[in-house]
Every structure is written in C-alpha cells, then in structure tokens.
C-alpha cells in the first residue's frame, strides 16, 4: 500500500468500538496529497465513522491519526481547532444551517474565520456559488433546496476558505443517477481548480472511478486493498471483484 | 439476580449521567470567559428566552396572585385580619411563587424549544459541521442561552411578582372590598430586603438550571426522531424536578 507520493494523512492501526459492536479493527491507510482517493465498502462497515476520525470527531480507542506530521490523538482541543482550518467537510445530509440562507451558510466560515470587509466576504461568497451553479440562489434558505442543490451548496461552504483537504462523506447518496453524476463531475472540477487532497467515502460504483485516483476498499474493519483507481478495476482479489461487480450489475469472470 | 443486576446498572447509568452533565456543565464554563463574545447571539436568545416567553408569565402571574387574594381572604378573615392580605400575598410570591412558577414556564416555553433546537442540529449533523470549521459547538450554542437565561429569567420573574401582586390587589381590593391603603402598607412592612434578595437569587440559580439540563439534552440527543422526542421530554420533566428540589435546599439554606 506504499505510494511515492507525498502524504498528508496517515492512519495507523486505529480501532474503534461503539459499546461492545468493534467497527474499526486496525485500519491503516496513506492518503496521498493533492489526489482524489474514494474509500469503498459495504454499508455500515464504519467507512464514515473512519471518515470522521481523520477530522477528530471521533477519537480512536487505539493507533495514530497523523496529519501533516502531527498526531490528532496527542493534541489537545486548542490544537486540534488548529489542525481543522486545513479541513473542510461535505456532510451526507450537507449539514446546511437550516436557520441560515445558501448565502449566509456560505459566507458563515469566512465571517467566523477570517477578519474580512462584508464586501470582500460578499465577493468570494459570490464566486464560489456560481462556480456550483447557485448563482442565484444565495436567498433560499435549505428547506428550499432540493437534495443535489443541498449538495451544492455544501460544497461551496467547504471550498470557500480553501482548504487543503476535503472530505466527502457519500456525497451522492439520494441523488437520481444524473444529479448523482454531475455532483461527481463538479467535484472533479474542484478538486482540477483547486488542487485539494479530497477523502470521499462512497459506494457508488463504478461511478467513483473515473474520477478518483485511489481506491481502498474497507472490509470487516481494516483496510484489505488500496491501488490506483485504473489498477483497482483490474484487482484479482476475489472479495473485491465480487462486490465491485455486483455493483457494477455485470458479472466478471474469474481471473 | 437478574433483578440486582437490573438496579445495578440503573445505577450506575444513573451515575454516568450526572457525571456527563456536570463535565457538560463545567465546560460550558469554561467557553463562557473565552473570546469571541458572541453579542448578536445572546440577544437573539434573550428574545427567545426573555420576550418570547413574557405573555405566558404574566397570564400565569396574574392569575396566581388572584388566587392567592383570594384563598388568602378567607383564611385572614377568620382571625379578622384581612389587612394583612396584602403581605401574605407579596410575601409567597416574592419568596416563592415568582421565582418556582416563572422558571416552570421558561422550561416549559423556552427550554424545550432549546434542546429541539440543540437536538435537531446534532441529528442532522449540524454541530459536527461547526466542530469541523473550528468552532467551538458548546461556545457557540450553548453559552449564549445560558448567558441568556441567566440575565432573562431573574427579569421575567421580576415581571411575575409585580403582575402577581397587582392581580392580588384586584381580587382583594376590588372584589373584595380589603382597604386598598392596607394592602400596600402591610406590603411595605412584611417584605424585607432578604426576601426579594433570595428570590433573586433562586431566579438566578434556576436560569441556570433550565439552560443548562435543556441544552444537555438536545446536545446529546440520540440520532433519532424518536431520541429527538425523548429528549424534549426529559428535559422538562428533569428541569422542573431540579427546580423544585434545589429550590428547597435554597430555601432552607436562606431561611
């Protein structure tokens, strides 16, 4: 699973147990820096209780979450907030503020981070919501939306401080295949524009794979394959085959 | 057996719990003294707690001090002193009724409205959205309705004794045919500074405690509609109780 390119998060062992159910049991996993890698698995397997460790939302009960060469499991709140500023997060449910509009959702971070003019804040708010194509619908609040616009919306809010990592947690699920397609197609784009490391949990095969670099597939609580997306297509491993190609409704041979 | 082990756990669920709520409570704190003070938010939920919440304490007040003239004239009558009403009615309102039956509706009005709020932004992954932008959910959620409660229920229970009194003056005076002359200056005797000083400060402790159960609960609301619904119940039932207990001990600690 080792790659020459540089990396930015690192996950060592980490075990997680809710109560007596163990969900995570020792995954490892380098997420290299400025790609898009999609991790895959059944559901409920803990791919976004993973997802969520990287960022410390959850702590581990044991192993190493190492960002840029800092531990999370060692840091204390105050450092963590630090850590989170090279974040930004795309909820399954985009995690709009219902009592906000698209555009107060969007220029929220900006206005709490960072010390601009409202007119400034105004501009870059702006830019970013016609780059996802909601130009015009900074006065609706979320209740409004419909489930891809959410998405979009979301995406905005994570990209408008520019984050040096994005995570997406099942950014299409409820979504018809076309909208499913062009959120894809939009992160793509992002990722192209603006060059972030982007950790994408999703099931959606084979949709995820022409746009990610890597692909690691979660099973049983540990990662058991990690490859480049075209590589990962061709894998012999008999688990992986049967559940990509059980979601891709054709059969594949054995190798 | 099963049975023993039955009230163990009870137990020490019930232990957990009240540990979890006083971290909760001690880290609340703890956010409360750090900038940025979030000014807006406060008076936002002044309105919510304070305004919103005036209607409903000033129709209870009223009618409770009516009651009171009312079942304090009969009593007093018997000994020939119905002078006296005026006192007796300022006194049980200052010292008691205004401070127990005000936080009751705050709970009531505005706490359950707190931890809904709080609850609904946990399930839908809104406050994880704040955590991942480097706010501090508790700071920004939390101490402004605690700062809130705590400037607005001393005030609504202010409202409460003086709208009570006057609704024992029209019932006594009025209706009943006391002299008005009476009803005051036997107010002005019989209440003394420590009566109003701890009504305020009851008002003050149970400001705290309303926000501090409600919010608790909507913060740890399990990841569900029906959790959503539980902890809306058992923050009122558990407030209301918190009141009347600590105001025993309070009262018997000032007495």
């Known amino acids: 699973m080792s790659t020459s390119l540089p990396i930015i998060v690192k996950l060592v062992e980490v075990e997680k147990a809710f109560g007596e159910q163990s969900v995570l049991k020792g995954v490892t996993l380098d997420i290299p820096k400025g790609k898009i890698t999609t991790i895959i698995g059944p559901s409920g397997e803990g791919k976004s209780v993973m997802l969520k460790h990287i960022i410390g939302l959850i702590r581990p009960d044991r192993g ?52 601009a003019a409202e007119q400034e804040i105004s501009r870059l708010v702006q830019e970013m919501l016609d780059r996802v194509e909601l130009g015009d619908m900074g006065h609706k609040f979320p209740a409004e939306l419909s489930g891809g616009m959410k998405k979009r919306a979301g995406l905005a809010r994570a990209l408008v401080m520019r984050p040096e990592i994005i995570l997406f947690d099942e950014p299409t699920t409820g979504l018809d295949p076309l909208m ?49 997306s075209d590589e990962f297509q061709q894998t012999a491993d008999p688990v992986v085959r049967e559940f990509i190609s059980v979601n891709n409704g054709i059969h594949l041979a054995p190798v | 057996m099963i049975l023993l082990q039955h009230v163990g756990k009870r137990t020490l669920f019930l232990i957990e719990e009240m540990g979890a709520m006083f971290v909760f409570l001690l880290r609340t704190f703890g956010w409360l003294f750090r900038p940025p003070v979030r000014i807006a938010q406060i008076i936002k939920q002044m309105h919510v707690v304070g305004f919103k919440s005036s209607f409903v304490v000033i129709l209870t007040a009223l009618f409770t001090g009516m009651v009171l003239a009312l079942q304090g004239y009969y009593s007093l009558r018997k000994f020939g002193s119905e002078g006296l009403l005026g006192s007796a009615v300022a006194i049980s309102m200052i010292r008691e009724l205004g401070p127990v039956l005000a936080s009751l509706m705050v709970t009531a009005r505005a706490g359950s409205a707190m931890t809904a709020e709080i609850g609904i932004m946990r399930i839908t992954e809104q406050i994880d959205a704040l955590e991942t932008m480097a706010i501090n959910s508790l700071q920004y959620l939390v101490t402004p309705k605690v700062v809130a409660s705590l400037i607005s229920v001393p005030l609504l229970v202010a409202m409460f004794d003086v709208v009570g ?68 119940t058992e923050s009122v039932v558990l407030a209301a109780v918190l009141i009347l207990v600590w105001d025993y001990f309070l009262t018997s600690v000032l007495m």
């Open chain 2, 165 to 232: 009194i006057w609704g024992g003056y029209l019932v006594g005076v009025k209706l009943l045919g006391v002299s008005g002359s009476s009803y005051w200056s036997s107010i002005e005797s019989a209440v003394e500074w420590k009566d109003v000083y701890g009504g305020i400060l009851k008002s003050i402790s149970f400001g705290l405690i309303v926000s501090w159960i409600c919010c608790y609960k909507g913060y740890y609301t399990r990841m569900s509609s029906e959790g959503l619904g539980k902890a809306t």
């Open chain 1, 180 to 228: 499913a397609h062009a959120i894809h197609k939009l992160i793509l784009a992002m990722q192209k524009t603006f060059g972030f490391t982007g950790i994408m949990v999703s099931h959606q095969i084979p949709e995820i794979f022409p746009i990610s670099d890597w692909v690691a597939m979660l099973r049983n609580g540990k990662i058991i394959a990690m490859s480049p």
């Open chain 1, 64 to 115: 190493k979450i190492i960002v840029d060469g800092i531990d999370l499991t060692r840091i204390n709140d105050r450092e963590l907030n630090d850590i989170r500023k090279k974040f930004a997060m795309l909820f399954q449910s985009a995690a709009l503020f219902d009592s906000m509009n698209v555009f107060d959702n969007v220029a929220f971070p900006l206005r709490e981070k960072r010390r």
